[in-house]
């Protein structure tokens, strides 16, 4: 009888989770799908073609916003990392009024409308006669990122103990050193989340970059967003299809290769 | 999960920075042209990009192009000036606003000898936000119009007139454009009133009329009553002439069973022009100018028509037109047609407040 | 390590770039276009627009967060249950999502759903009636559910793993059932995860404006639509800077509730 409802029970469990991804990846599926029509149409099949993916290559427009949006997305994510990790650290030690204040104004960019954080940088730079271009996009993102490095981070600097800490600073070390070899191995986990979590949130914002981006510059998000209104290009779902099974097959390749016994 | 982790990261990364460089090769290069830059904004999808590389062969002038999706999008842009373009494709009414708050500069004509290539009928058109053509060289032009499927609509129902999109048979079936000028447009010729008034009687009347049909109306869309109306979502939609070839090629290469029709109403309708103008701020007025001359080159215009598929003003390229597409109505319509018709003003600020306000209130019913 | 000098500069940061463009949101919002202290701007959303626009949006934002809640909860514990310990695998299962553009990812559902759409074209295949969400108030809360779903479900599955199944057994062996483990031991337990999840839904669905663009036919008009249409179209910075004050009312709240319920910030999503 328990074997029964064991069995049942994990049938429920496993058809509940397919349900999820499939609703989750329908979209995907669908675009991957349209990648291949050779009719522009969204519903309507044309028959079957490559020649978005060759088109894709061969557009400059896509190329560089391509290029923009993976160097922005990888240094904001890079130097929110440094200056994250660095804050978070200094945070943990801080006092409770501090400590609260500042975690804060951490949220502030995480919880605030993306329109209302594109717009009030957009204004900020304007002020301050910044001119808007690629490094306003930077420092955009670099803010929107940094409080994901740090909440990434904090939960993992609150688990480390202090005490291995000092204990290598009595054996000698430096406070740089013992940092290195001691504490930020085991946060290592959450500045890599933090990192991963931080480049993806780059990669997909079109808002706030759209407010900050000034002339001649386009990641794939804004010139996505231009093309929405009169219709898109299918070369923009042969190139998003492409990133995804990227992704995915690093994903597939670094799970199953083969873990070595710690 | 730390290995995993960190291999996931290296590997990535290595994507990444792969991806990068191979992006990186195929993106012109970013250093000045010989000749300087022109920085041009103009609307999404409404230039073949081969132009744009041939352009820069031609001349040596880096081009830096920025797209925008509505006039009321650009123009705060323009006007803040934090970001300097050389070349605007505005439409008409948004031109007339510009003028007369200053931030146009007269283009030199001189620059310019390829204006004789677009037709007279046009400049004529132009006096009406542009009394004098000082600021402004046509680019595209065109009529707005009633869009329906021989297949979802009876033969005797075919609408023929703006009041018709208020017939209940057509109910969730009816797509109008997102857009307050456009929509009032249709409201205020079907009332017989101007598409350009200031009365505020009448554009509140316009509005209730608006308030009655959004029970009927499917969505509000913009370009996208393109895609929708190929894949028979709707019967009937407002859509621009500019997109009647591209359907009706996209029909006859999916052999729809059905084909899309356009009517221009017989209130009359809205006649538009897409025109390049020079910002008064612009660092490269001369490039902007050879920039517009270029466009204004027949083969180049029949190029961009060939691509964008929206009726050139220009009678060079028209000439080089095959006969089958000089006597496509849709496309070029007969004068008749368009009496009635009117190019949209700039009304000001205030009548600007009061049409957005009237807007919202429809939006929000 | 000099805390001064790891701190020092975020701190900076924080100032240059969260501070003052904030101010200078409070600065537009409290002013006229000439500059002259009004309470106006703020004041607006009590007109009828505005306050059916926001009435709308918090209603929409609500079921969405309620709906995301009720399906990521079973979600994180099958996930839990399953061992599927794997930690970082799951994460990247639902942020991989989210490496396809939003816009395109809220365009295909637009594919799915319309009349002549693949669901529907499924669904006429197998003989049933067809649905008719596009364009509605459903398909966006659809939309937004879809969305942010990882946001909810990622917060209670990290909040969840925590859980020692030692505290589950002992429960069991006290005599509680599957049922009273549930609602004693686990929600006490996952709190921090729900209330972190919660706030990381509702925000953002509060003040979309794209997914009722592109879902909702745009014929509901959300205050997210509002502030865009202010500060795009209608060139009133000032009065999209007031509303966006009054949205922030609600980013406090949320503050508030993760300071009081997740105080230790177990509740993220990593």
């Not at chain 2, 009448?202 to 109306?217: D, F, G, W």
């Not at chain 3, 079973?74 to 839990?80: D, H, W």
């Not at chain 3, 509303?243 to 508030?256: G, H, N, R, Y």
Request: proline share 4%; with cysteine; aromatic share 12%.
């Amino acid at each position: 009888m328990n074997r029964k409802t064991d069995f049942i029970k994990r049938f429920i469990q496993d058809f509940y989770l397919v349900i999820i991804l499939v609703f989750l990846y329908a979209p995907i599926a669908t675009m991957a799908v349209l990648s291949f029509n050779s009719s522009k149409s969204r519903t309507q099949w044309g028959g079957f073609t490559t020649r978005w993916y060759t088109e894709l290559f061969s557009s400059s427009t896509i190329m560089t916003a391509l290029y923009n949006t993976l160097l922005i997305a990888f240094l904001s994510s890079l130097i929110a990392v440094i200056i994250g990790t660095a804050a978070a650290i200094a945070i943990n030690g801080m006092k409770r009024v501090p400590r609260s204040l500042l975690m804060g104004i951490t949220n502030i960019p995480m919880l605030n409308a993306d329109i209302v954080t594109g717009i009030s940088l957009m204004l900020a730079f304007i002020a301050f006669g910044i001119s808007l271009g690629f490094k306003t996009i930077l420092i955009s993102h670099i803010t929107f990122n940094i409080p994901y490095v740090i909440l990434s981070v904090m939960p993992k600097l609150k688990q480390t103990d202090k005490s291995t800490y000092e204990a290598a600073m009595d054996l000698g070390a430096t406070s740089v050193s013992a940092f290195f070899k001691v504490v930020f191995p085991d946060i290592l986990p959450g500045v890599l989340s933090g990192f991963l979590l931080a480049f993806t949130m780059s990669l997909d914002d079109f808002i706030i970059t759209h407010f900050t981006r000034g002339a001649g510059i386009n990641t794939l998000s804004t010139l996505i967003y231009s093309e929405v209104r009169r219709g898109i290009k299918p070369s923009m779902y042969a190139l998003s299809s492409i990133i995804f099974i990227t992704v995915l097959v690093l994903l597939l390749i670094t799970n199953f290769a083969p873990k070595r016994k710690k | 999960m730390k290995k995993t982790l960190s291999k996931i990261m290296a590997v990535g990364s290595l994507c990444v920075l792969t991806l990068s460089l191979l992006s990186g090769c195929g993106k012109s290069a970013p250093k000045s042209g010989s000749a300087g830059e022109v920085y041009v904004y103009n609307w999404g999808e409404y230039i073949d990009e081969s132009v744009i590389q041939e352009f820069e062969k031609e001349t040596g002038i880096k081009v830096v192009y920025d797209m925008f999706e509505t006039n009321e999008e650009m123009y705060p842009v323009i006007e803040a000036g934090g970001v300097k373009y050389d070349a605007v494709c505005p439409s008409d009414y948004m031109i007339q606003k510009m003028i007369e708050n200053n931030l146009l500069a007269e283009i030199n004509f001189d620059n310019v000898p390829n204006v004789k290539e677009i037709d007279p009928r046009y400049q004529e058109m132009s006096k009406s936000f542009d009394p004098e053509n000082k600021y402004s060289v046509p680019y595209c032009w065109g009529t707005v119009g009633i869009l329906y499927n021989t297949s979802m609509v009876d033969p005797k129902d075919v609408p023929t007139k703006w009041s018709d999109l208020w017939d209940v048979k057509f109910k969730d079936n009816i797509l109008m454009q997102d857009s307050v000028r456009d929509a009032f447009m249709v409201a205020l010729k079907s009332l017989g009133y101007s598409s350009n008034t200031t009365n505020e009687e009448e554009i509140k009347e316009a509005k209730e009329l608006l308030i009655k049909q959004k029970p009927l109306v499917q969505a509000y869309v913009i370009d996208q009553v393109r895609d929708k109306m190929i894949g028979g979502e709707a019967a009937v939609g407002v859509i621009y002439s500019g997109e009647m070839l591209y359907i009706q090629n996209e029909v006859k290469d999916l052999g729809l069973d059905y084909s899309l029709e356009y009517v221009i109403p017989e209130e009359g309708t809205n006649l538009w022009l897409d025109s390049w103008v020079i910002p008064a701020n612009a660092p490269n007025k001369e490039n902007a100018e050879k920039w517009i001359d270029f466009l204004c080159r027949p083969d180049i215009a029949k190029k961009n028509f060939d691509y964008i598929t929206y009726p050139t003003p220009n009678k060079g390229a028209f000439d080089l037109l095959d006969p089958e597409l000089q006597n496509n109505k849709a496309v070029f319509p007969v004068e008749d047609s368009l009496k009635n018709s009117e190019v949209y003003k700039y009304l000001g600020d205030e009548v600007d407040s009061l049409y957005n306000e009237a807007w919202k209130e429809v939006k929000s019913n | 390590m000099s805390k001064k000098l790891l701190s020092g500069p975020y701190i900076m940061w924080m100032i240059g770039f969260i501070l003052i463009p904030l101010a200078l949101i409070v600065y537009y919002g409290l002013t006229d276009r000439s500059g002259v202290f009004t309470l106006a701007n703020v004041l607006s959303v009590t007109s009828p627009e505005h306050a059916k626009a926001l009435w709308l949006s918090l209603g929409l934002s609500f079921i969405s967060t309620v709906l995301c809640l009720i399906l990521a909860y079973p979600l994180a514990m099958v996930l839990r249950s399953r061992g599927m310990g794997q930690g970082s695998f799951i994460v990247f299962i639902f942020i991989l999502p989210m490496w396809m553009n939003f816009l395109l990812r809220t365009l295909a559902w637009q594919t799915l759903l319309e009349k002549n759409g693949v669901i529907n074209g499924i669904l006429t295949a197998l003989h049933l009636p067809n649905q008719n969400l596009i364009n509605t108030s459903g398909a966006i809360i659809l939309g937004m559910v879809y969305n942010f779903l990882p946001f909810m479900v990622l917060p209670i599955y990290n909040v969840l793993m925590k859980i020692d199944d030692n505290v589950i057994s002992a429960a069991r062996d006290l005599g509680a059932n599957s049922v009273q483990v549930l609602f004693r031991i686990l929600f006490p337990l996952s709190i921090p995860g729900i209330v972190s999840g919660i706030t990381m839904v509702f925000v953002p669905a509060l003040t979309t404006f794209v997914i009722s663009n592109l879902l909702g036919g745009s014929k509901i008009l959300l205050i997210g639509n509002v502030i865009e249409q202010e500060f795009t179209k209608g060139s009133n910075w000032n009065l999209g800077s007031g509303l966006s004050l009054v949205l922030m009312i609600f980013i406090l709240i949320s503050m508030a509730l993760i300071a009081k319920y997740d105080k230790n910030g177990e509740g993220t999503a990593f």
